[in-house]
T-cell receptor, first 115, second 114 residues
Framework: GAGVSQSPSNKVTEKGKDVELRCDPISGHTALYWYRQSLGQGLEFLIYFQGNSAPDKSGLPSDRFSAERTGGSVSTLTIQRTQQEDSAVYLC?????????????FGPGTRLTVT | AQSVTQLGSHVSVSEGALVLLRCNYSSSVPPYLFWYVQYPNQGLQLLLKYTTGATLVKGINGFEAEFKKSETSFHLTKPSAHMSDAAEYFCAAKFSGGYNKLIFGAGTRLAVHP
């Protein structure tokens, strides 16, 4: 079956511009996660959605970052007024149900470069 | 603070040699532990996980890991390396109070030489 898909695969933007990154989770997965992978910080948790519950935003690095998940499926991560330190690979993952044992399935990521 | 540490950012082995990638965690309550592999320009793939039960866990591609509470470790091993094992490996944990997110180590890049 289809895995987690992300678009675009690469995005180059100028400093100060807004960007939107998209994630399509595996069909039927109720939990969705965003992570960031950068050279300086490694892999970091950003945000978590589960069904209709309020998202866990504890990993978002600043108020320039936001995310939404429409209809319990597709999610968009938005970065406003991008800075060079936002350059990273943004990974999306989904899981069938949240919890200690759930396996998170990762997408291929979106490589963001801020010039 | 709860954290995951991987000793060695780069490991190089010969084809056919033992692979040993080290992972230690820091927390008062043992977490749930995972090993992921990332091939170039791809997402993360789960190799194996430890939640409860048997402390020696077998995963895909011949890898296994052993949870040792006394050493707060979860090292990944493979008896005989293949060229196709060259990739980056991440140890991750879900800690008590935060089971909805993975906390990752810094990663270990494995090189396999003929």
């Amino acid at each position: 079956g289809a895995g987690v898909s992300q678009s675009p695969s690469n995005k180059v933007t100028e400093k100060g511009k807004d960007v939107e990154l998209r994630c399509d989770p595996i069909s039927g997965h109720t939990a969705l996660y965003w992570y960031r992978q950068s050279l300086g910080q490694g892999l970091e948790f950003l945000i978590y959605f589960q069904g209709n519950s309020a998202p866990d935003k504890s990993g978002l690095p600043s108020d320039r970052f936001s995310a939404e998940r429409t209809g319990g499926s597709v999610s968009t991560l938005t970065i406003q007024r991008t800075q060079q330190e936002d350059s990273a690979v943004y990974l999306c993952a989904s899981s069938l149900a949240p919890g200690q044992h759930d396996e998170q399935y990762f997408g291929p990521g979106t490589r963001l470069t801020v010039t | 603070a709860q954290s995951v540490t991987q000793l060695g950012s780069h490991v190089s082995v010969s084809e056919g040699a033992l692979v040993l990638l080290r992972c230690n965690y820091s927390s008062s309550v043992p977490p749930y532990l995972f090993w992921y592999v990332q091939y170039p320009n791809q997402g993360l793939q789960l190799l194996l996980k430890y939640t409860t039960g048997a402390t020696l866990v077998k995963g895909i591609n011949g890898f296994e890991a052993e949870f040792k509470k006394s050493e707060t470790s979860f090292h990944l091993t493979k008896p005989s390396a293949h060229m196709s094992d060259a990739a980056e490996y991440f140890c991750a944990a879900k800690f008590s109070g935060g089971y909805n997110k993975l906390i990752f180590g810094a990663g270990t890049r494995l090189a396999v030489h003929p």
